[in-house]
């Protein structure tokens, strides 16, 4: 299954909601999970399984989705949510989409 | 606390072979699959293969099964990767993750950095 991510890159404004896109080749079944990577780091788990919210990861993280279109939203962009976010499928092999990197307007 | 720590970044020559490490703590070893990951500079993961600690069972991206060995010590609780007959595209940031209850990667090492140069 292959993933893409839409937009590559995405500038916006502190306090603007963020909707970050992933379309899958095939149906994903909802096995999808969204990632984020600061640079020089480790990439965190933000969300499993399409909407849940990996412990200890802030509310104004969200997913959504179904079949093969599934989004991450950001509520309400902090300055410490500068990086790359990555969707990640786990339903029919392993696969990452190409990333979407997030800044400040 | 649940970590994976990695060791450290690689120098080593075209044609050569390295292994990684991935020592885990904070949790029991044997109940959770390691993946593997690769990224390559400034560009997206890719998906090696995982294994189980308890029975050694390995699963390999088909693009890395000549070129990746994963193994397990259990009395370390410390998972390997050999990398063989290396090239420069196999310069990258290489990480261990572990496989959630749910099914994802929840906790990853630091990343080792294999550079592949004469």
């Known amino acids: 299954i292959q993933l893409t991510q839409s937009p590559s890159l995405l500038s916006a404004s502190v306090g603007d909601r963020v909707t970050l896109s992933c379309k899958g080749s095939q149906n994903i079944n909802n096995y999808l999970a969204w990632y984020q990577q600061k640079l020089g780091e480790a990439p965190k788990l933000l969300i499993y399984n399409t909407n849940s919210l990996q412990t200890g990861i802030p509310s104004r993280f969200s997913g959504s989705g179904s079949g093969t279109d599934y989004t991450l939203t950001i509520s309400s962009l902090q300055p410490e949510d500068v990086a790359t976010y990555f969707c990640y499928q786990y339903n029919n092999g392993f696969t990452f989409g190409s990333g979407t990197k997030l800044e400040i307007k | 606390q649940v970590n994976l720590l990695q060791s450290g970044a690689a120098l080593v020559k075209p044609g050569a072979s390295v292994k990684l490490s991935c020592k885990a703590s904070?949790?029991?070893?044997?109940?959770?699959?390691i993946h593997w990951v690769k990224q390559s500079h400034g560009k997206s993961l890719e998906w090696i293969g995982y294994i189980n600690p308890n029975s050694g069972y390995t699963n390999y991206n088909e693009k890395f099964k000549s070129k990746a060995t994963l193994t397990v010590d259990k009395s370390t609780n410390t998972a390997y990767m050999e990398l063989s007959r290396l090239t420069s595209e196999d310069s990258a940031t290489y990480y261990c993750t572990r496989r959630s209850e749910f099914g994802v990667e929840d906790y990853w090492g630091q990343g080792v950095m294999v550079t592949v140069s004469s």
């Open positions: 904070g949790y029991t070893f044997t109940d959770y699959y």
